[in-house]
């Protein structure tokens, strides 16, 4: 089965370090989607990326969060400088806009700051 | 705005026994709708999605969920459930705006317990 990867599934890093998440969506898909989870906030939505371009990134606390496309087979999330705050479970899903609307998860990354 | 709610933040019921989860959504145009199931410590895994046709739709793992455009609501049924079924459950609707752009909004899940 096509999946989304994730890396690292793991991170710990102490505060004001910068953090990148990668993502790599499955192959044709056009559209990647960022959310956070956290038991408090549940999942909200960071970003969104449609044929690599941002769509919408309200979500996201600008003046530390970035994403990005390189190219559509990567999509990274970093976080400069990072707070506790930002402990949570990261995820991206991939979808494609035309066919059937569903989109699949990764794994996640786990962030811990401290 | 698109918005989702799941009423039940915790349902047990017991193995063998029949399941309805809620869900409700706002949105003005026609949804689409989904299921996803998350289990501890992993991602999320669709167990469904509506997108028109008929309103009845199968999924994987027993599950179906049923769409009622009159009562704004999703619900997701399995008629007997099983150990393996303790998860959380996530609804979720896809708003499509006027430029093409989806946003894919879920609630706030529904925590399900398994007992014998």
């Known amino acids: 089965d096509a999946r989304v990867t994730q890396t690292p599934r793991h991170k710990v890093t102490e505060m004001g370090q910068e953090v990148t998440m990668r993502c790599q969506p499955i192959l044709g898909h056009n559209t990647v989607f960022w959310y956070r989870q956290t038991m408090m906030q549940g999942l909200e939505l960071l970003a969104y990326f449609r044929n690599r371009a941002p769509l919408d990134d309200s979500g996201m606390p600008k003046d530390r969060f970035s994403a990005e496309m390189p190219d559509a087979t990567l999509a990274t999330l970093k976080i400069q400088p990072s707070e506790p705050r930002d402990s949570a479970v990261y995820f991206c899903?991939?979808?494609?806009?035309?066919?059937?609307?569903?989109?699949?998860f990764g794994s996640g990354t786990r962030l811990t700051v401290v | 705005a698109q918005s989702v709610t799941q009423p039940d933040i915790h349902i047990t019921v017991s193995e063998g026994a029949s399941l309805e989860l809620r869900c409700n959504y706002s949105?003005?145009?026609?949804?689409?709708l989904f299921w996803y199931v998350q289990s501890p410590g992993q991602g999320l895994q669709l167990l469904l999605k509506y997108f028109s046709g008929d309103t009845l739709v199968q999924g994987i793992k027993g599950f179906e969920a049923e769409f009622k455009r009159s009562q704004s609501s999703f619900n997701l049924r399995k008629p007997s459930v099983h150990w393996s079924d303790a998860a959380e459950y996530f609804c979720a609707v896809v708003a499509i705006s006027n430029f093409g752009n989806e946003k894919l909004t879920f609630g706030t899940g529904t925590r399900l317990t398994i007992i014998p």
């Open positions: 949105y003005g145009a026609t949804p689409y």
């Open positions: 899903a991939s979808g494609f806009l035309g066919g059937d609307y569903g989109y699949t």
